[in-house]
Each structure stands twice: as C-alpha cells, then as structure tokens.
C-alpha cells in the first residue's frame, strides 16, 4: 500500500493509496502478499487488455475506471518502497520493540550548521514582519509580485536547494522552521514554498535526477522560478493504475509528446517548471510506464485553463491544466522509464515534513491568541481561563502544540540523518499534526465565541485586535486531505506496520497461491512467530525502575514499552482472526495507527523535555501533561478495536448508497443533478483562455 498527496480533496471510494500531488482522496483496502512484487500475483500476468501491468507498464486503461481493485492494487504496491536497510522507531514501535535508542538522546545538530540557519531566518522574520501582508493576501486571494520578488532576494526559494547550485542548503529542521514562520504570516505563503521544495523540482532532482539535469535546473529554481507537481487527474486521485495522461514517444526518437489534463496542481498557474506523472506505452526494447517528465511550464501545447479555488488558502495558486502533444526531450526524464511513482513516493519521505511544520506553527499562534484572550476576557467575575471549561481546552491547545513540535522536531533530526528510515515517522507526523491541529483550531474558535466566528476585518473594523481565528480553522482544514488524506495515510501506515508479517506469513492468506507455497510460508512464519510472539509477553515497561533517568516522566515510558506490546499483539491477533479480510478492516487498521501515532508523539514528548530539563525544566510540565492526554486517548482507541459498530456501518453504507433511507433527504433543497459529480475530458487542444500568470522580472 502506498500514499498519496493527489490534489483532490474527496473521495470515489475504495481505492488504492498511490503517489503526489497536493492532495489527497479516498481509502483503500490494505493490500495482501499476492500484491507484492515478486510474488506471481504480484507481476501483473493476465491483466486484462484495458489495464497496465503491476509495475504500471502496458497498455493504457480504454477509461479510467476500468481498472480492478486487484490490477490498481498491484500498480501502487509495485511502487513502495520495500526494502528495510536502516533502522526506523516507528516500524519497530508497531512491532512491540520499543528501541528508545533509536530516538534517545536527543539527536545533535551541527552548530555550524545552526548559525547559518538562525541568521537565514532571521531575515525571513525581518522581511516578514515588514513586508508581507498577511491579511492583504486573504483579502485579494493573490500574493503580489514583489513578495515573489522579495522571497527570492534572500533565498526562500532555495532553502533545500545545495549551495552548489545557488541554494541555502537547509536541514529538514530548520527548513520546516521557516515553513512555520512563513505560514503563520499566511499559510498560502507555506504552501507556495512548501509546494515548490518539498514536492516540486527541486527534492525529485536531487533525489534521482542526473548531474546534468541538477546543473541545467536547480540553479533556476533557487533563484526564484517555482515549480509544481502534476500526478492528479479529474478522474484519478489515490488510483494511479487508472492514470490517462500519455507521454508517447516521437518518431525520431528524440523526446515525448504530452497529453493529457491535470488537476489541482498547486502553483500550477505560476510554475514555470514543472514535475508530470504521464505514462509510457511499453514497446520493442522499451520498458514504458509511469514516467517523470521535468516540463517547461511555457512548452507550447501548455494551457492553464483555470485557477481553482477553495474554502482556505485562498492565495493558494492551483491549476487546472491541460497538454496538448507537448514535446518533452529525452533529456527531461527524471530517473528513466516506469520509475514515476516510486520516484513520487520515495520523495515524499522527508518532504512530507513540511505540512506538520505547518501545523505546528498554526498550534504555537493559536495558544498565543488562547493565552492572551483567555487571560483578559472576564465573565462571570473571573477571566474565563479560570473557569474549567475553558481550562480544558486551554490545557489541550499547550500540550498538544508541544507534543507535535517534539514529534515533528525528532522526525526532521531523524531524517537529516541519513542512517534512518523515516517512512512511517513522516506519516505518522503527517497524520497525527494535521488531525491534532484542527482539533486545536477548533477549541480555539470555541474559546473565542463569537469573535471566533468572526473575520479579523470585522474585528478591526470596530477597533478589536485583529485575530483571524476563522481563517486559521479554514485553512487548516485541508491538511487532512493535503499530502495523504487521514484514511490513506492510515492505510499506508497500517501497511507498513503488518510488512513483517505479509513478508513471512503473507501466502498463507493469499487465495491464489498453491499447495507449496502456502507450506513455505507456513514454515517461515512458525519460526519468525516462534521468535516473536515471547517478546511480547513482557518487557522493560513492567520494571518499576526503568528508564528512571528520565524521572517524572519514566512511568510514562515504561507506558508506552507496555503498550507496544499491547498493540503489536492486537494486531496479530486481528490478522489470526481475519486473516484475508484483514484488507477490509479499515477502521480497525485506523485505530491501530492512531495508537502507534500517539506511542511516538509521547516518545519525542518525553526525551525532548529530558534534553531540555536543566535549559527549559517547565518543559517537564508540559511532556507530563501531553502524555496524560494521551494516554487517555489510547485507551479509548484500544476500547474502540473490539467494541464498535464498523461491520453495522459498512452494511448501513451499502444500503445508503442504494437508496434505501434516500426519505430522510426530503424536506431540502438538493444540488442540482444536470451535471456530473466528476468533470470528463477528451484529448486535444484547449478550448479555454490560458490563465496563468507570470511574475515579471525584478
């Protein structure tokens, strides 16, 4: 099971994770050892003659949605990444072996490093505070040109780009810390770097682009040219085996001809270099496939169609944009043939770093405005932090927003450190961040009442301090759907988590493997579950005096020791009970997550406030509280596994959509049904005005 960040924030129902975009939709089930590469059900023999081969090679679907659940299956799970060559916290976690020295101590950074860095964000800051207008980019829905401009001058374009080629050569950390700052003036102004560094150009080129292209591109990119991603289709989102978009080779064996139409690509009508995902049929000495293609962004055949727009983000420049047998040379392929969606994938391992860092700085304003407003507003004789139904959620705004700072710090030191493998710690950050942040926002519009409610030019408009809480809430809300939507970034780390045993025990649930290999499988898993299963029995976490170093807060580390095991027992227990209908267990898979998402939040709480204990000890206080939120969170998720209506609703879901309570709809006014839920297209040449824009020269 793979991920996507798909521009697209809705769902067409059960479909398989697959790569990014900016957004993401839908859920899949969860798939199987018959899915895996190397595996004969895996390799795509017999795919029928509208569909391509496991690896995404092929013919191309006659239309989209005519590929199976099986076929769409194998093209996403062909492009995870399945190797384990380096250590990962997260992976272990869900195994029941709580390696606290994969995270503790506290990972260092280079003082070097760090100086160059303070001194970069120490401009960001100052151009921020003097010359970006947050609330002018809300009111227009547009950032100006000489924010671009400005944002060039000192480098923000360029902050993951290596010096060599004109860049600042940031860490995640402190890359993320910029994100922070830039978002808090706008979170459009976030998604615009974030966009163009994290899944842009920039990270795909130098993960796997040649010398040559990293020459010819990089140097454009830190310099100020932004770039976007366009994976999404208006009928393809989390589904990558249906991808229509075509790269067909030229005759003269120069290069490809584009066509196609993609959707929601952020900073789409701005870019002028672009990363497509097209496929490439398979022919004589060529292996086709999902294929990346550097575009230049003013190729002729390019038409920007439109700017979408949305609920948040409303200086967000988002694309839909359609190719016209546009020449790609063969030079502008990054990576080779048929390596797009791993290549998609494997980027996003760190630059999924980025939405969390948002997130967290939007928890840091919101306990700023929490803080202070609770602190001077007074009913009842007494301000309202001093009235309990507030202090709840003031003391949930604080210790969530520490909690996620810790869990998005260690994820950033783990990944600058190349000896991790970061995959389910970057998800996990992901998903936990973006639901936590919500949660906060909304406590926060609660505290505020109606002013909550209210825009920050309302407010000012009668002398109040302009605090713009509603857009806060409108903004974040789609970090539940950007990068991976919550049911998809479920899926993928469920996936993750149960790879261990697909890997050994995986045959045995499948129903097309034989006779032997089903009696192979059985004979890996008797000795790989010979060796587990004890270790789950018990552990440091039932030893008063462990991790006593780590005072206050060693109860709850030897919490979270017991509860590993705890969870990594549940899982096999569900996967001995289910077995092949493991896959369609989503909402158990959900919670199962949801703990491992708590267990590492608690972990990066905890040995981030020991680092700091004798330079910030209040620290202590606040890891104290997170943890006894948490664990009480916990608890109601391990409740939640086996006591629930999931098999009522999924019958109840059946018989919504067929109708059959279709009388509790009376009484309203309906959207109109003359037009289609999912907008179709046909190749050829654009019909519409070009609306791109492009910001004029300095």
């Known amino acids: 099971m793979t991920v996507t960040e798909n521009d697209r924030p809705a769902s067409d129902g059960p479909a398989v994770p697959g790569p ?13 050892k018959a899915d895996r590469p190397g595996s004969p059900a895996g390799r795509g023999d017999g795919v029928g003659p509208t569909s391509g081969k496991a690896d995404g090679t092929g013919p191309l679907p006659g239309e989209a949605g005519q590929v199976t659940e099986k076929e769409a299956r194998q093209v996403a799970e062909a492009a995870r990444e399945s190797a384990w060559d380096r250590p990962s916290f997260g992976k272990e976690l869900f195994l029941g072996r709580f390696r606290l020295d994969l995270v503790a101590p506290w990972p260092r950074t280079d003082p070097a490093d760090d100086a160059r860095a303070e001194e970069f964000l120490g401009t960001l800051r100052a151009y921020l ?23 060039a001058r000192i480098g923000a374009f360029g902050m993951k ?145 439109r700017r979408n727009s949305f609920v948040g983000l409303r200086g967000l420049e988002n694309s839909l944009t359609r190719f016209h047998d546009v020449f790609v040379p063969n030079e502008n392929v990054i990576g080779g043939e048929g390596r797009g969606l791993k290549i998609a994938l494997s980027t996003l391992n760190t630059g999924r770093l980025s939405l969390p860092a948002m997130c967290v700085g939007a928890g840091k304003w919101s306990l700023n405005v929490a803080r202070e407003w609770a602190a001077d507003r007074v009913q009842w004789g007494r301000p309202v932090a001093e009235h309990e139904a507030v202090a709840q959620k003031l003391s949930f705004i604080a210790a969530t927003t520490y909690g996620m700072e810790a869990m998005l710090d260690l994820s950033c030191l783990l990944a600058d450190d190349d000896r991790n493998d970061v995959r389910i ?73 149960v790879d261990a045993h697909l890997s050994v025990a995986g045959d045995i649930i499948d129903p097309d493997a034989g006779l032997g290999r089903k009696a192979r499988a059985g004979a890996r898993a008797g000795a790989f579950y010979a060796r587990w299963l004890p270790t789950l029995a018990v552990g440091r976490g039932q030893t008063p005096g462990a991790y006593a170093e780590y005072g206050p807060l060693a109860g709850h580390l030897r919490h979270v020791e017991r509860t590993s095991r705890k969870l990594a027992r549940s899982t096999f227990y569900a996967m001995s009970r289910w077995q092949g209908k493991m896959e369609r ?100 040449p654009s019909t519409a005005p070009d609306v791109r824009r492009r910001i004029p020269p300095r």
Not at 20 to 32: F, K, T
Not at 131 to 144: L, N
Not at 229 to 235: A, K, S, Y
């Open 129 to 151: 505070d003097s010359e970006v207008d947050g609330a002018a980019i809300e009111r227009t829905a547009s950032i100006p040109d000489e924010v671009f401009h400005g944002l």
């Open 425 to 497: 710690e970057a998800a996990l950050v992901k998903l936990y961040a973006s639901e936590m942040a919500w949660r906060v926002a909304d406590e926060l519009v609660q505290i505020r009442g109606g002013r909550g409610y209210e825009t920050a030019d309302s407010l000012a408009a009668r002398g109040e301090r302009p605090a713009a809480v509603e857009q806060m809430l409108r903004d974040l809300r789609i970090n539940r759907i950007f990068e991976g939507s919550t049911e998809i970034m479920h899926l993928l780390i469920a996936r993750e988590a």
């Open 20 to 32: 990014p975009s900016r957004q993401a939709d839908g859920a899949g089930p969860l798939p199987g």
């Open 585 to 684: 267990k989503q909402a158990f898979l959900g919670r199962i997550v949801d703990i491992g998402a708590e267990l590492f939040a608690m972990s990066a709480a905890c040995v981030r406030a020991h680092a700091e204990r004798d330079t910030r000890p209040e620290g202590r206080e606040l890891a104290d509280l997170f943890c006894r939120q948490a664990r009480l969170r916990i608890e109601q998720l391990f409740t939640g596994l086996w006591s629930n209506t999931d098999p009522l609703d999924v019958v109840a879901a059946q018989r919504i959509v067929a109708g059959r309570y279709a009388f509790v709809e009376e009484g309203v006014v309906t959207p109109p049904d003359d037009l289609p839920w999912v907008a179709r297209w046909t190749p050829g």
């Open 161 to 305: 780009i290596d010096p060599a080629y004109g860049g600042l050569g940031l860490s995640n950390l402190h890359y993320c810390r910029a994100l922070m700052l830039a978002g808090s003036v706008s979170p459009a102004l976030g998604a615009l770097l974030s966009a163009h560094q994290s899944i842009g150009v920039p990270q795909p080129l130098k993960m796997f682009g040649t010398p040559e292209q990293q020459q010819r591109f990089l140097p454009r990119l830190a310099a100020g040219e932004v770039s976007a991603f366009l994976l999404t289709e208006p009928d393809v989102g989390s589904d990558p085996a249906r991808l229509a978009t075509t790269a067909e080779p030229t005759a003269d064996g120069t290069g490809y001809r584009l066509n196609g139409v993609k959707l929601w690509a952020t900073n789409g009508t701005i870019a002028t270099l672009l990363v497509v995902m097209a496929r490439v049929p398979a022919g004589e000495g060529r292996r086709g496939g999902i294929t990346a293609f550097v575009v230049d962004g003013d190729a002729d055949g390019i038409t920007v169609e």
